[in-house]
T-cell receptor, first 116, second 114 residues
Framework: DAGITQSPRHKVTETGTPVTLRCHQT?????MYWYRQDPGHGLRLIHY???????DKGEVSDGYSVSRSKTEDFLLTLESATSSQTSVYFC???????????????FGNGTRLTVT | DQQVKQNSPSLSVQEGRISILNCDYT??????FLWYKKYPAEGPTFLIS?????DKNEDGRFTVFLNKSAKHLSLHIVPSQPGDSAVYFC?????????????FGTGTSLTVIP
């Protein structure tokens, strides 16, 4: 299994409070991603990182920010949580092989976030 | 708009028979396609992939077929086993300037009946 740790695994928070989710990898992979999984929507990309301090938006980035100050850590922050952000959040990593240009995503076990 | 679609939310198959899961995509720039399996309370796990230069890839009981003209891919599981019961997601990506963005379907829940 790819060395990906997400913390916390579960969190309940109130509307309007800030929340930070952490993803830590031990694989030294360049690319890191944050997805959310919701019924009827599958997995949707929030933000991703293509290197230290290099990030870009995904499909559903509104209300979220990210930071990557070192290769192994990718943080997802909800500045002011809303009930619509209740979801399961997955971190994923990839080591893009420029020779073959393909490499699958490997996922962590997720963080279940409930915003009340 | 959903760029990757899985139109069957669920599928039931008898043990030993073939399971066929389908996926359609709309973006002709996609050049790498993947299937993931997910159990409850776990992250998705990578199963098999195919690049756009191929139309078939096999790995044991799992085979992925790609029909680029129809923008369609399918996953065949033969023979199906009860342990295959899970949610299956297809995904597609296109290489951009900042790496691959991966787009996922909504998933198909497979139940293999003993």
């Amino acid at each position: 299994d790819a060395g990906i740790t997400q913390s916390p695994r579960h969190k309940v928070t109130e509307t309007g409070t800030p929340v930070t989710l952490r993803c830590h990898q031990t694989e030294n992979h360049r690319y890191m991603y944050w997805y959310r999984q919701d019924p009827g929507h599958g997995l949707r990309l929030i933000h991703y990182s293509y290197g230290v301090k290099d990030t870009d938006k995904g499909e559903v980035s509104d209300g979220y920010s990210v930071s990557r100050s070192k290769t192994e850590d990718f943080l997802l922050t909800l500045e002011s949580a809303t009930s619509s952000q209740t979801s399961v959040y997955f971190c994923a990593i990839s080591d893009l092989d420029r020779a073959s240009y393909n490499s699958p995503l490997h996922f962590g076990n997720g963080t279940r976030l409930t915003v009340t | 708009d959903q760029q990757v679609k899985q139109n069957s939310p669920s599928l039931s198959v008898q043990e030993g028979r073939i399971s066929i899961l389908n996926c359609d995509y709309t973006n002709s720039m996609f050049d790498y396609f993947l299937w993931y399996k997910k159990y409850p309370a776990e992250g998705p796990t990578f199963l098999i992939s195919i690049s756009s230069i191929k139309d078939k890839n096999e790995d044991g009981r799992f085979t992925v077929f790609l029909n680029k003209s129809a923008k369609h891919l399918s996953l065949h599981i033969v023979p199906s086993q009860p342990g295959d019961s899970a949610v299956y997601f297809c995904a597609a990506s296109a290489l951009g300037n900042t790496g691959n963005q991966f787009y996922f379907g909504t998933g198909t829940s497979l139940t293999v009946i003993p």
